[in-house]
């Protein structure tokens, strides 16, 4: 089994400074200083590392961005914002692995010149805002933090910020806004953070995940990275196993793992013993997969070519017996809930939505309603600062087309079958 992150059971708590020196910490900055920045942006490029957060953007190219930038300061950002329901695994790297999170940031603050980092960590994480501080002091106390780090001209400071836990707060945009002090909100784009970020300079915003990576591909080399996970997509990857399974909780396994491994080996299968019904892949924004799907890789390409995504990698296994009408319900309130009010568009577009999907829940919603939401989704793309806009589309034109019959009960019958059942 390949750990690259998370090299350590949770059974073995925090990483301690000496834990991760006796696992080659910190060698990687040793190995770095003696390269010139271009060499270890080279490096993470070569490695086919892409964002961990969701999107799953080339890091060396989003780092090449910044490195080329002239204008002074430059910033780091570790996005540990986490709001996407369900998902555990930044929290895991924070809590398990906080020493090389903060190795892979010193790494990318040195490849593109950036002279400050902040970590920003979601409040309700409490754990992982203080073995991150933990670690930033003891690495400051070793030399690795701070001024002329091991007695090179490179100097980088870092310090936590704590994110607040709406869900548009970990958008990169939002990051930035909420550090300089305003109201965690998306900016419109362009320009990009990597021209102009925090404080209108060029900034990276990464995956805390992301950057958890860097430390293992700048000693080892992109080839190791390589060896394992797909072509298009390499490495390990943090997967969230829900609730429901034998054995919920994070995982780090190839990129390219079948979803039938994961849920049946890894998950240990549905605790209550009922067969698998449908299964979200990445978040409550991927599209509806069903068992027939099981088999797939859990990797962008593999995930796309079915109609869903890869995202941060959070699963949510739906069983035999649920209704589909109702976990889609659920979320289109949290997409609506969650619309941060600065877009009308987006405002107009998650609300309609949760209403049409709020009639049809309630058995008071007629065919006509479900065909407005593809239209609605095709209006409201692109009319906002940030994707949440169309994130509720995937997964209800999935579930309206994998489950028809769901949605065909609740028009019938003017009822939920679960209420059906239990009444
Ligand atoms: C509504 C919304 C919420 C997001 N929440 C997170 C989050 O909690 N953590 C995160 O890393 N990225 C989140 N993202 C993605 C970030 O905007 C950004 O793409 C990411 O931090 C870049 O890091 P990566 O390239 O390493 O994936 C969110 C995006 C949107 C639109």
Known sequence: MVHMVLTRGPEAGAQTFDDYIAEGGYQALKKALAQTPAQVLDAVTASGLRGRGGAGFPCGLKWSLTAKEEATPKYVVANGGEDEPGSLKDHAVMERSPHRLLEGVILAAYAVGASEAIMYINSE?????????????AATSAGYLGERILGSSFSISARVHHASQ??????????????EGRAAKPREKPPFPTTAGLYGKPTVVN????????????????????????????????FTLPPNLNRPGVVELPVGTSLRELIEVHGGGLASGR????????????????PVDLDVAMDRKALQERGSTL???????????????????????????????????CMMATGTLSR????????SGAQALLDQIP????F?????FCSLITMPIPPLTSAIALFPEDFAYHIEHHVCPMDAVSS
């Open 207 to 238: 995956n805390v995940e992301t950057f958890a990576y860097v430390p293992s591909i700048v000693l080892n080399g992109p080839e190791l990275f390589r060896s394992v996970g797909t072509e298009d997509n390499p490495g390990t990857m943090l």
């Open 380 to 384: 409201a793309k692109g009319k906002g």
């Open 375 to 378: 239209k609605l989704g095709a």
């Open 166 to 179: 709406e869900y548009v707060a970990g958008e990169d945009t939002s990051a930035l806004e909420s550090i």
């Open 275 to 290: 067969a698998v019904k449908a299964v979200l892949p990445g978040g409550p924004s991927s599209g509806f997969l069903k």
């Open 311 to 345: 995202g941060c990698g959070v699963l949510r296994v739906i069983e035999e017996g649920q209704c589909i009408v109702e976990i889609v319900d659920e979320i289109a309130q949290f997409f609506a809930r969650e619309s941060c009010g600065q877009c009308p568009t």
């Open 125 to 137: 994480c409490e754990e992982g805002i203080a073995q991150v501080e933990g670690a930033i002091a």
């Open 356 to 363: 049409i999907i709020g009639q049809i829940q309630k058995g």
